[in-house]
């Protein structure tokens, strides 16, 4: 597709439930990353792939946050065990190449847990 | 750590008002800095960027020039118009080895007619 495509939109979910949030990059772009946006805040990284692989996953909050690449283009992120404060827009990004900065993000999917 | 601090918002001008947003950062070494733009309904957007000291990174009107000596990058434009309105964001990134930004809050700009 011509850009970042992430689905659902929104997602409400109950609290101990598990939600999965799918990023489909920009065709080609070898480098993908998910970011959280909580109300009132800039973006927070959570991880990075370059291709099939998690190249930084130091921004995962925990345990319950976990996302695979299987085939090195759609991402799935995922979340166990949803507590209300995990309630944030989930951003995804893409880009050609690593270390340019210029990525391209999605629209994003706000995930409300009630 | 690394850390950007933006102007806090929300801003809100008049159609051909001159427009600055100030952005400071805090980091080791020489980062790469940006300003992001999320427009109502729309996802992030790179508007510019920076990639070393004294460099100017200019779009669509709006330029922001990486001061090393006052470590900042603040956003500037001549003339805004509604179209501009819109939630800016400054972030840096260091250049190699690291692909995270560290973004700052945001600031929501607000034209009016």
């Known amino acids: 597709g011509a850009g970042v495509s992430q689905t659902p939109s929104n997602k409400v979910t109950e609290k101990g439930k598990y939600v999965e949030l799918r990023c489909d990059p920009i065709s080609g772009h070898t480098a993908l990353y998910w970011y959280r946006q909580s109300l009132g805040q800039g973006p927070e990284f959570l991880i990075y792939f370059q291709g099939t692989g998690a190249a930084d996953d130091s921004g995962l909050p925990n345990d319950r946050f976990f996302a695979v690449r299987p085939e090195g283009s759609v991402s799935t992120l995922k979340i166990q065990r949803t507590e209300r404060g995990d309630s944030a827009v989930y951003l995804c990004a893409s880009s050609p190449l690593p270390g340019t900065g210029g990525y391209t993000f999605g629209s994003g999917t706000r995930l409300t847990v009630v | 750590g690394n850390s950007v601090t933006q102007m806090e918002g929300p801003v809100t001008l008049s159609e051909e008002a001159f427009l600055t947003i100030n952005c400071t950062y805090t980091?080791?070494?020489?980062?790469?800095l940006f300003w992001y733009v999320q427009y109502p309904g729309e996802g992030l957007q790179l508007l510019l960027k920076?990639?070393?000291?004294?460099d100017k990174g200019s779009n669509k009107g709006f330029e922001a020039t990486y001061r090393k000596e006052t470590t900042s990058f603040h956003l500037e434009k001549g003339s805004v118009q509604v179209s501009d309105s819109a939630v800016y964001f400054c972030a840096l990134k260091y250049r190699f080895g690291n692909e995270k930004l560290t973004f700052g809050t945001g600031t929501r700009l607000t034209i009016i007619p």
């Open positions: 920076a990639t070393k000291a004294d």
């Open positions: 980091a080791t070494g020489y980062p790469s």
